[in-house]
T-cell receptor
Framework: EADIYQTPRYLVIGTGKKITLECSQTMGHDKMYWYQQDPGMELHLIHYSYGVNSTEKGDLSSESTVSRIRTEHFPLTLESARPSHTSQYLC?????????????FGPGTRLTVT | GDSVTQMEGPVTLSEEAFLTINCTYTATGYPSLFWYVQYPGEGLQLLLKATKADDKGSNKGFEATYRKETTSFHLEKGSVQVSDSAVYFCALTTDSNYQLIWGAGTKLIIKP
C-alpha cells in the first residue's frame, strides 16, 4: 500500500495570500511529481524532482515553485494566490527501481482562491 | 512524441452491462501501459498494468491486454457496478522517460 500524504485536503484562501501545499511520502522514492487537475479532467504535470536538490518544471507553465530538501518531502508554494490557481493539486512519487516507473498518488489538495 | 488517446466520455451504462474503454498509444521503443482510476474526490489509484506485448493486466474484474500490433490497451469489465463510477486514465512510460504520459481520462457513469 502506497504511503503518500498531502495536506491540507481542502483550502479556501483569498487572493494575494501565500500558500504552501505539503506532500510527503514514506516509501523512500527518489522521484516526485506535482500535477494540476480540474476535477475529473486531464492531468497536467507542473513540477517534478528526481532527487534531493533537483527540481524541474513540467509541461504546464505554473507560477508555483517547489523544493526538495529531503527525499520524503516535496512542498509546492504559491507566493501570491489568484483565482486562476483554483484547481486540484495531486502529488505522486515513483521509484526508478520499481515496476516500470509506476506512480503512487496522494489524495490531492482541492484549492479554491476567492 | 509519445502520446495516449482514449475514448471520450462520459460513458453511461446500466449496472451489469459490459464495459469497454478504448485506449491507443504512440510510443518509441517498448512502453509499459497502465490504467489508473480516480473515484470522486480522491487521488488516482493504479488499477492494472502491463509491461510487455501480449501481457494481460487484471484487477477487480477489470482486464486489459497489451496489443503491440494495434498499439492498444483497451479496458474491459464483464459486469459493471454502480461503485465502478469513476474517471479512468490510460497512461504509458518508456525507458527513455520516467514520466507518465497520460490520456485525457474517460468518465464512467453506471446507473442502477
Amino acid at each position: 500500500e502506497a504511503d503518500i500524504y498531502q495536506t491540507p485536503r481542502y483550502l479556501v484562501i483569498g487572493t494575494g495570500k501565500k500558500i504552501t501545499l505539503e506532500c510527503s511520502q514514506t516509501m523512500g522514492h527518489d522521484k516526485m511529481y506535482w500535477y494540476q487537475q480540474d476535477p475529473g479532467m486531464e492531468l497536467h504535470l507542473i513540477h517534478y524532482s528526481y532527487g534531493v536538490n533537483s527540481t524541474e518544471k513540467g509541461d504546464l507553465s505554473s507560477e508555483s515553485t517547489v523544493s526538495r530538501i529531503r527525499t520524503e518531502h516535496f512542498p509546492l508554494t504559491l507566493e501570491s494566490a489568484r483565482p486562476s490557481h483554483t484547481s486540484q493539486y495531486l502529488c505522486a512519487s515513483s521509484d526508478a527501481g520499481g515496476p516500470r516507473y509506476e506512480q503512487y498518488f496522494g489524495p490531492g489538495t482541492r484549492l479554491t482562491v476567492t | 512524441g509519445d502520446s495516449v488517446t482514449q475514448m471520450e466520455g462520459p460513458v453511461t451504462l446500466s449496472e451489469e452491462a459490459f464495459l469497454t474503454i478504448n485506449c491507443t498509444y504512440t510510443a518509441t521503443g517498448y512502453p509499459s501501459l497502465f490504467w489508473y482510476v480516480q473515484y470522486p474526490g480522491e487521488g488516482l489509484q493504479l488499477l492494472l498494468k502491463a509491461t510487455k506485448a501480449d501481457d494481460k493486466g487484471s484487477n477487480k474484474g477489470f482486464e486489459a491486454t497489451y496489443r503491440k500490433e494495434t498499439t492498444s490497451f483497451h479496458l474491459e469489465k464483464g459486469s459493471v457496478q454502480v461503485s465502478d463510477s469513476a474517471v479512468y486514465f490510460c497512461a504509458l512510460t518508456t525507458d527513455s522517460n520516467y514520466q507518465l504520459i497520460w490520456g485525457a481520462g474517460t468518465k464512467l457513469i453506471i446507473k442502477p
